[in-house]
């Protein structure tokens, strides 16, 4: 090895055998491995996992573990800092208290801890802000080809940590058992056909043991299973697997509860409708899943999901219609769902807001997509409730993190759904924005918890924006409110509204001069407000 200075930088000679290796000295600092003669041409790099990170001159840290190594990993979030700072005109008197999965009896909310089938995502990660976000279910694949890669032979050991620990927190794992399996000649990516797998008995049977050999392992602590995941337009080859897969399921563990994957309405719900009908077996059923991936979440409440509750009810009152994935991403996307529309970090968090309390308005079991960014093949995308890098490591917790660690806290199932109200034609008092002059709709829902009211309000007439700034309205609530409070939602800040704002008309409050704009915020007497200890300001 010889050191050489050309100008003004310091270069590495290395021979090894014939050839010459001239490596600059900057170089060889960040990837001290060369000097060993590990690396030895720029060809090898790709070998350093992370020689070009923006961590990889960072000094090392004192040793820690768990939750605590992950949050010391945490970058700044400029959007979050920048929400907090949002002015409403109100007086801030403390924060919302949220809870971790274990303090949460029950409820029906669900975040996806999807891919990791395929390597897309990595469960250490994450993992140690999941129970913090007060969640209570977590959707995850089953991986039929990444377990079975020879024949006959299962290795969960992947798997295995995601499920236990997982259950371990206090957060019910549930499985989709999905895709298929190049060892039986068929495909396990995104959007493969059923019929690669339906169409081939061997491959079939194969699909059915390995569904047996999955639910025989975790069925300790899982007991529901979604069969597939959105095989659209496929309805006669999926019908026929979920009829197949479900009474497998159901011999090994007969409480199970099988779920129907999303597909395309009505078609394909009908012929698995028809085929449970067929053969007398429409005790397979339990919730039928849908994927309702549209601009304006509150779009889909209209006509769509009242008509699936319809179509599935038909056949079995039994039956009902859950969300089991749907999410928003924080930027501008060219591929996958919701893409080619300029979203924002601000937007996702008023999205899932808005998604989150329109199911549990409805009483319809819901699920976040996604709990981190995937590292697709092609794009890392940007649904996750954490902010990922390429190398799949945590970056920072979006504000969508925050927003749902919000709704999973408070509206669990000791929270009730009352009533829900759409205003179309909303009067505002006054807008952030003179320029504005839309009409806009206002959607308001009503819970009662614990025996006290807690509302919502919102305006649902567009898809969520990225504008940071309050109109003003006047609302005529139900009831006696005597010390009503303003809560945002995404940040749980709690604000005091002034007296001279309130005033009471027979059974009716009234408040004026309101903040609203198009992300929830609720509206509620200060004692049915749980706030952060020590988040009291005077």
Known sequence: MT???????????IRMSRTLFILSAAFCAAVPSVLDGEVVSFKDAAKIRSWDAWGDKAPPEAKA?????TMRKEKKCVTWKRLNALDPGLKEIGRLAVRDSKEVKSSKWSVGCETMDRDYADWNAYKHLLAPLG?????????????EQEKGKYDFSWLDPQVREMAAMGVKPWICLAYGNPVYSSDFRLGMKVRQVTDKPEAFDAWIKYCVACVERYKDVVDEWEIWN??????????EMFYRTGKAIRAVQPSAKIYCTAVAFPKDYTHVLEKLKQENALDLGSYFIYHPYTPNPDATYEKFVPSLRRLVKSYSDAFDIMQGEVGCPSQLEFGHALNNIEWSEYAQAKWLLRRTIGDAARNIPSSVFTMIDLQYTFMLQSFGLVRSNTLKEF???????????????????????????????????????PRD???????????????????????????????????????????????PVWVDMITGRVFEIPAENVKHEKDLTVLSNVPMWDSPVMIADRLAVPLLAGAVQN
């Open 3 to 13: 050191i050489a200075f050309y100008g003004s930088r310091m270069w590495v000679v």
């Open 65 to 69: 573990s768990g939750a605590v190594a």
């Open 135 to 147: 969640v209570k279910h977590g959707r995850l694949f089953s991986g039929w080809a990444k377990t």
């Open 230 to 239: 959105e095989p659209f337009g496929q309805g006669p080859e999926y019908a």
């Open 395 to 433: 970056v920072y917790r979006r504000p969508s993190y925050f927003a749902m660690q919000n709704i999973f806290g408070l509206l669990d199932d000791e929270a009730k759904p009352e009533k829900i109200v759409v205003q179309p034609n909303f009067r505002v008092t006054k807008r952030f924005d």
């Open 437 to 483: 002059n839309r009409k806009r709709t206002l959607s308001s829902v009503r819970f009662t918890r614990h025996g006290k009211m807690l509302r919502f309000c919102w305006f649902s007439d567009s898809r969520p924006s990225s504008e940071l700034g309050f109109d003003a309205v006047t609302l005529h609530l139900p009831g006696v409110a005597v010390d």
